[in-house]
Every structure is written in structure tokens, then in C-alpha cells.
DNA sequence: ACCCAGGGTCGTC
DNA sequence: GACGACCCTGGG
């Protein structure tokens, strides 16, 4: 167990930029569980989290180890304003405005840069039900176990603590060919090659991002998606399949949109959605993964 | 049963 | 710079 936890709750006023579904469903996090009642159960670092949405309250329950209200205030970025946001990207055009209006209640999360590198290293070539199933497993195996409502759950394992799994223990999790950059990229953290606090610490996204790309298992897609997710670079513009897809069908209209050039895409996103290029990523990917 | 694709990366040519 | 291989699993 970890240090002390105590239930704690908190609530805020229901607004049009928050929907559960589009927040937790939109391919950004791994963790989060619709309950029966519509309510979503997640881990953040060392607490767990049930949020619901009644009335017109958001309301966040947990067994916590940090301030509640400062851990949803950071972890959802409450103070970055989505309304703003979204009538800025509406003005590009017809297709980002349907895209948002599908998914008005989406927010890009703060997450933990450990979790989400290694979150990352695992999502390559692999889709979403296998990724969190691989997570879980992880976590059971090598995080920490909190208990709450009669229910157990578990921290997403430390740099010491997956440290602690060989690569063999790692392919018996399902990890399948991730498992050597999972055991390697690991060890390099553990042996502070690499440093965390260090790689926040830089402002330069370019310069984040080359180091990133030195990491095994990390090419272009994932660290933009670590730089998104983990660092709130927002305007990176990761592009896997989907995003691909969407693209090709909009604007470059490609008969084969493998064929299309990721520097047209990363181009026309620059141009197109400047500095809100991520946000606008994932308008874009829900949409078009929702309604395939 | 069989095939395909999935929030790609890596090694090789 | 292009191309195939790669673990595994849910869905057609």
C-alpha cells in the first residue's frame, strides 16, 4: 500500500466542455472504466478515481493520496479554457466543426510522462482493447495495489518497480515484440541515462522530442502522443492510421492514403490548426473512429 | 477456420 | 528513403 489515503470529494459546476465518454474514450488514456451507472473508475498516479456527471454537478469521489481537487484540476486541465479553444478551431473549417460538435466534450489530459511512455511504446501496431488489457496486466503484476469501495486496484508501475520484470515476464503479459523496448527503455531510466524531471524541464519541444526518439520503441507517432499526453505540447500533430485516413479524405483526397507523404500531412495540420494542432488531432480521431 | 488490421518501430537494403 | 517483419487478439 502506499502512503496514507483517505476518501476525499469534490465537485464542480457541469459544463459542455467535459463528457466522459469523449474525455476517456477519445484513444488519449488507457485506464478509465465505464461502470454500470455511467460513471468512470481510473487510477491517477497513486489514487483512484470515480468522476460522474448528475444533474449539474461533475463529481469526483477517490481514495487519495494527493489533494483531490488539485490532482482533477491539474489532471484535466480545469483552468485551460475549451470554449475558447473550440470557437478558435471552428473558424478553419466545415470538417473540424462537425469533428467538434462530435465531440465538444473532449480535454486533453495531463498524464504522468512514465505512464505515458511506456503507455506509448506498447500502442504500437496494436489497438486500444489489447493496449489497456496489457496495462492492466502491468500493473496488477508490478504497481501497487489500492483498495476502495471493496474493490482492488493498481498503480501504474514505477521506473524501480517494472524494473523488476525481465523480458520473458514481460512476453508472458502479452507484450509480444514491445517487450525488449519496454525491458531496455526501462533500464535506461533506472540507470538515470535518462531523466524525467529533466525532459519536462525543457521547453524546446523540437529538443523533447529528439530525445524521446532515442528511446527504444519511441518513433515519430509515439512521441508526439507522449508530448501531447504527457507534456500538453499542444501543438503537435501525431499521426497513426486514422489520422492518416482522415486527412487523405478531407483535404489531399489520395487514392491510396498510404502512399500520402507524413510531411504533407504534418504540413497541412501546421498551416491549418497552427499551435492547436493536437487538440484538433483528437476532434478529428474520435470523430473519425466513431463514425467509421 | 481463415484473414485482417490495429493510436508503428526497427533492421536491412 | 522504402519495405517487410513483428506478438497478439478481437471482429469480419
Redesign the pocket.
Known amino acids: 500500500m502506499v502512503k496514507k489515503m483517505e476518501k476525499q470529494h469534490y465537485e464542480i459546476e457541469k459544463n459542455d466542455s467535459f463528457n466522459l465518454q469523449h474525455i476517456f474514450e ?3 488514456c488507457f485506464r478509465w472504466n465505464k461502470e454500470t451507472d455511467g460513471s468512470y473508475t481510473g487510477v491517477i498516479g497513486n489514487n483512484v478515481l470515480n468522476i460522474k456527471v448528475e444533474n449539474n454537478k461533475i463529481i469526483f469521489n477517490g481514495m487519495c493520496e494527493d489533494n483531490l481537487k488539485d490532482l482533477v484540476t491539474k489532471y484535466f486541465n480545469l483552468n485551460t479554457d475549451y470554449e475558447k479553444i473550440k470557437k478558435e478551431l471552428s473558424k478553419v473549417d466545415e470538417y473540424l466543426r462537425t469533428s467538434i460538435e462530435f465531440g465538444k466534450g473532449i480535454r486533453i489530459l495531463k498524464q504522468d510522462l512514465w505512464e505515458t511512455l511506456i503507455s ?2 506498447i ?9 489497456k ?1 496489457i496495462i492492466e496486466r502491468l500493473s496488477k503484476q508490478y504497481g501497487k495495489r489500492i483498495e476502495y469501495n471493496c474493490k482492488n486496484y493498481y498503480t501504474f508501475p514505477s521506473i524501480e518497480e517494472l524494473s523488476k520484470a525481465s523480458v520473458e515476464d514481460l ?1 508472458k503479459l ?5 517487450d525488449k ?1 519496454i525491458y531496455e527503455t526501462t533500464k535506461l531510466f533506472l540507470e538515470e541515462k535518462y531523466d524525467l524531471k529533466e525532459i519536462e524541464n525543457i521547453k524546446d519541444t523540437k529538443k523533447v522530442r529528439e530525445i524521446l ?1 532515442e ?9 508526439d ?1 507522449i508530448l501531447l ?1 504527457g507534456l500538453n505540447r499542444f501543438d503537435v500533430f ?6 492518416r485516413r482522415v486527412m487523405n479524405e478531407l483535404y489531399i483526397k489520395n487514392e491510396d492514403e498510404t502512399k500520402v ?1 507524413k510531411e504533407e500531412i504534418e504540413n497541412l495540420a501546421k498551416i491549418k490548426y497552427a499551435g492547436l494542432a493536437g487538440i484538433a ?2 476532434y478529428l ?1 474520435y470523430w473519425k ?1 466513431e463514425t467509421a
Open positions: 477519445c484513444g488519449q506509448f511504446i500502442s504500437a501496431n496494436n489497438n486500444i482493447p489489447r493496449i488489457g512476453r502479452g507484450l509480444g515484440f514491445r523496448r526518439l528511446l527504444p520503441g519511441v518513433g515519430p507517432k509515439v512521441a502522443c499526453f501525431p499521426i497513426d492510421v486514422w489520422v507523404k488531432q483528437q480521431f473512429r
